[in-house]
């Protein structure tokens, strides 16, 4: 659970972090030994719902004492910010991309292609939005299937949130969304499958190259 040190939490906080993610880690276990789907795809769809009420249950005990997050529809800082994803998460985006008409998908496609060189490092990656983003609404096409690491990103303050850069972190559903990924991956290697971690744009881009 080393990831999970990085926030500094105090030991109750670590407690519950830990809890939290061997909960999610159980979870994704049962689901892979009994599943018809992919692992990874069965993992997420079990994982996502847990990891998002656990979440909403956070912001809702924080907005009712004025406390809640500053994010709303049209503010995108976020998706302009390397992201972290697993093998469930991508497996999710990758399912959801199958169900979208054919310009929706070549658009994507698309802008995975142009975006993977400075997502790589081979060229600089400046402000680079993500190729899920609907860049005019400001808004994630995939918003029920998005990653973990993007369940958990809300602002505290989204006038000091900066497109590549800055962002005000509200630090509680980052916590739960990393304890969550670290049960998943945790789940995926025990299954057998990938247990890691990689940028989001890198993934899609090795995934749709497959596609035929």
């Known amino acids: ?17 830990t809890e939290l993610a061997e909960q999610v880690q159980t979870v994704a276990e049962l689901v892979a030994r009994g599943t ?7 993992v997420s769809e079990a994982t996502q719902t847990l990891t998002t009420d656990a979440i ?27 992201v972290s994803a ?14 979208q008409p054919a310009d929706v998908r070549e658009d ?20 680079l939005a993500c190729p899920i983003l609907d860049v005019d609404a400001g808004t994630c096409r995939a918003y029920e299937a998005r990653p973990l690491a993007c369940r958990g990103c809300f ?16 630090v509680v559903p980052q916590v739960i969304a990393r304890s969550a990924s670290v049960g998943v991956r945790m789940a995926l290697a025990a299954a057998g499958e990938d247990g890691a ?13 497959r596609a035929p």
């Open 1 to 17: 659970m080393g990831e999970l040190a990085d926030f500094g939490l105090d030991d109750e906080d670590f407690e519950a972090a």
């Open 36 to 42: 018809e789907l992919s692992v990874p795809l069965a």
């Open 56 to 82: 909403d249950e956070e912001i809702d005990e924080d907005e009712a004492v004025g406390q809640g997050p500053a994010c709303a529809p049209g503010c995108s800082a976020c998706c302009h910010i390397p």
């Open 86 to 99: 697993t093998a469930a998460d991508v497996a999710s985006i990758l399912d959801w991309l199958g169900a």
């Open 108 to 127: 994507i496609e698309r802008r995975t292609r142009e975006a993977l060189p400075r997502a790589t490092g081979t060229a600089p990656r400046g402000v």
């Open 155 to 170: 602002s505290d303050d989204a006038s000091q949130c900066v497109p590549g850069g800055t962002i005000s972190a509200f």
């Open 197 to 209: 971690c990689e940028d989001l744009i890198v993934a899609l881009a090795r995934e749709l190259g």
